[in-house]
């Protein structure tokens, strides 16, 4: 039991802070192609880096740990229930050495539980085998990503693609929807598992599934190989790229897999995932506990410590430096594109956060200060200090209910996260003097890097992820995606992609 349970916990560790091979290969390919000095190419220089402080610092390469899920096969006399003991020991070990971010949190009472313990969490699937050998595969897919996922009944109307009927150019239809539906918010560059058939739930299952599929293994049924060629083809065509800031690469792998249905229904169920595709497995000695081999790791390791910065060479965009408070003034000078470094104190605020802010006071003075869409992973060392293991940006259309009458209310002048903000916020931005800053979403060893210190805490009775954080940064760099003249990029980008999307609307697979 345990080195069982040391070989979980080796899982999760490495999981969450090494990308597997096959990943690092397609994320390469995708920097290739991106041109120099391009927002595209700045992000993909910010990821590479990314990964390649995780694997040095050991740390979590996001710090969204998501809802960890476990698949395993086991031999027919295995106790499962040991298995799961282990699992959940494992977990909460992880989670106490700062390698997961508390991520389980009661759906009624939202109290977190603290060790990524909890009814439900983690997921753990299991299915019995003829081999003598355990096989164990973890996934921890983010909940920006999660919340992209796309479930289609057919047949149905898709904007900018028309009728799509119960056919494969129908489904076809529908995985490119999925990926236009995407924009950035899911931290594009993406990789997509398609569920065609099934119920609701077994159809998500097997899209979810299908994310358990190496990046370059070839599809067994020849019209599902095919559309896979073809979803990799056009869906780059759209135009989105990466964190939906334009570029050549949107998606990084497409992976079908099809079950039966009822004739009554006919579903095709999309689960998206981010770049940082946090995707590993091993082989265990079932009398032993102790892992025989490691999965998704064969080939030559892609190392990017040194051309990480490669792509952001000879920028061509304006670069802005902000020391924070900041004034209206430095902020109607901003435009869409435009490149910021902060320097300064900045404050984290999700969920729980806004929600506080629409009827309480600050806990602190935020007129001229920058709020942080962001959940970070905290260590307290012995003196009771806290120090930042992650930090990068969470999705933040969730806060799109309460932001612009937040900066009104309490004079903030920025919120940097991810993937854009709605008419809502870009018309409080305007009339205010506010911008909305778009961080690299994934890069949680980048940004937890340009944290130079944490100067107090706020609210701790909402949990570590939702707690406000007061952080001194240096170098902390964002683009402008929405500014105080009513411009928006992601609404850009949105506009011109769907307008790519409907030439594909043509049937291909007859």
Known sequence: MEKLQESMYKLIVETSTNLPKDVRIAIAKAKKRENAGTRAAMSLGTITNNISMADENVS???QDTGLPTFKIKTPVAVNQLKVKDAIYSAIAQATKDGKLRPNSVDSLTGANSGDNLGIG???IKFEQW??????????????????KNIQYSLPCELEGLGRAGRDLDGIRKCIMHSVY???????????????????????YELAKEQLFRTVDDVNPNEDLSKLEEYVMENANKLGIGTMGFGGETTLLGCKVGVINRIPASFFVSVAYNCWAYRRLGMTVNPETGEINEWLYQDGEKVDFANDANKADEESETREVVLQAPITEEQIRELKVGDVVHINGMMYTGRDAIHKYLTDHDAPV???GQIIYHCGPVMLKDEEGSWHVKAAGPTTSIREEPYQGDIMKKFGVRAVI??????????????????????AIGGAAQYYADCIKSVEGVDLMEFGIPEAMWHLQVEGFTAVVTMDSHGNSLHEDVDKSSLEKLATFKDPVFK
């Open 417 to 438: 996260g991810k993937g854009g903000m709605g008419p809502k916020t870009l018309a409080a931005l305007e009339e205010h003097g506010g911008v909305y800053l778009n």
């Open 121 to 123: 969490t983690p997921v």
């Open 181 to 203: 539906q995407a924009q950035g918010q899911g931290c594009s560059a993406g990789f997509i598992g398609v569920g065609i058939g099934g119920d609701r739930t077994s159809g």
């Open 365 to 367: 003075d935020l007129d």
């Open 60 to 62: 979590p390469i996001c």
């Open 130 to 147: 003829e081999k003598d050998y355990i096989d164990v595969r973890l996934i921890l897919k983010g909940g920006g990503c999660e919340n």
